[in-house]
């Protein structure tokens, strides 16, 4: 599998509001990028007042995470928030087109294309946000990368750019080594040992064992579409919405329940599952056997 180490120096940006800060061009240095010559890294556009979101075009769900007691859910319009109120709140009035979006250790990390008529960077790389989503600073890879998939744990970041090559950061996404050979469709991290993967290639099933360094067929696996990893085990969705769990790498797979065919998105919520579907939000709290509605966007 070949890689490609990849540095950019950059400068953290702080987002005040509505306040957007342009920064010099990034630099490039020790080998060559999915993109070099990147475009000048910016704030990613989102500002801090809350709001009803316009859900008549919340058609699509990218990616979800579970972060202080609520689920985030990146759509086209930007970052949705379902907690105790009765409908999603978006967060941002100013959204971008969320592509990935993950929690890491104190805040959050995604990745997507700017609002239409703003003069941001396109795509917008690596960004964090340490206040729940409200402000953003660029990490890395701004006007170079649209990731599609974010996974983090510690310091070490994981990212699937669009077309599958998987993107590599032991610094909290400042830098990265590219791995061009492994073009992959979803990916789970061990909530407890970063250096334990499951990934998708074309449906099959790999896993690593090395931090993604290198990946294997998990034998015996299903053709799956969507996978994620909890703190009971590792569970996957087949494309007509089976749910499926192992307890371990390697280990069986046992089937569960069922989710909606149309199932966009899946991620942990400690120990239990959520999934999205073109209608809701769905949490299932007895390993994938059950699934209840605990957000409407329609």
Known sequence: MKEDHVCRRRRWITVVAMCLVAVPP?????????RENAS??????VSARAGTPDTSEVQHVHALASADG???VGTHRGILRIGTEPRSVQISDQPFDVMA???DKGGLLASGHPAAGTDFPDPLGLGRSEDGGRTWAAVSQTGSVDFHKLQAAGDRVWGLAAGGALWRSVDAGRTWRVSR??????LAVDPDDGRRLVSLRQ??????R?????FSAWTGAPPLALVAWTTEGVYGVTSTGEVLAADDLGRPWQRRGRVPQDTQSIAPAGAGLIVATTQSIESSRDGGR????????R
């Open 290 to 297: 059950t699934f209840v509605s605990v957000g409407l966007w």
């Open 181 to 186: 050979g492994a073009l992959l469709e979803d």
């Open 70 to 72: 609520g689920i985030l």
């Open 40 to 45: 000048a890294a910016g704030d990613i556009p």
């Open 101 to 103: 979006l993950t929690a």
């Open 203 to 208: 449906s099959s099933v790999v896993m690593s």
């Open 210 to 214: 090395d931090g993604g360094a290198t």
């Open 26 to 34: 990034v630099a490039a240095c020790g080998g060559t990028a999915a």
